[in-house]
């Protein structure tokens, strides 16, 4: 079992930057792949980030590229989302994800345990 505990949510000004964080516990953490999706009102959950167990291995979403970095301490039990240049589309519920198998998948039903989501709204 794992606890997926996100922070760091809040509201921002469009061109804003916030940092979420996800801390894990149940379970050897660099051994879970991990990713944050999002979901905004009336729209599909959909990825955002995702990083593989080691951290080596970082996929991220074309729409959130060259603003938002994901990043993982393994000694912490903790994977971030950097995100830069936000943009009032960016408003969702952030939702932190780890996946068994370590890769950092790219789809929601490859993921095994969800925290209970972090609200962020960027103001224009």
């Known amino acids: 079992q794992v606890q997926l505990v996100e922070s760091g949510g809040g509201l921002v000004q469009a061109g804003g930057s916030l940092r979420l964080s996800c801390v894990a516990s149940?379970?050897?953490?660099?051994?879970?792949?991990m990713g944050w999706f999002r979901q905004a009102p009336g729209k599909e959950r959909e990825l955002v980030a995702a990083?593989?167990?080691?951290?080596?291995?970082?996929t991220h979403a074309n729409s959130v590229k060259d603003r938002f970095t994901i990043s993982r301490d393994n000694a912490k039990k903790t994977v971030y989302l950097q995100m830069n240049s936000l943009k009032p589309e960016d408003t969702a519920v952030y939702y932190c994800?780890?996946?068994?198998?370590?890769?950092?998948?790219?789809?929601?039903?490859?993921?095994?345990?969800w925290g209970q989501g972090t609200q962020v709204t960027v103001s224009s």
């Open positions: 994800a780890a996946d068994t198998t370590g890769w950092g998948r790219l789809r929601q039903y490859e993921y095994d345990y």
């Open positions: 149940g379970r050897a953490f660099s051994s879970l792949g």
């Open positions: 990083v593989s167990g080691s951290g080596a291995s970082t």
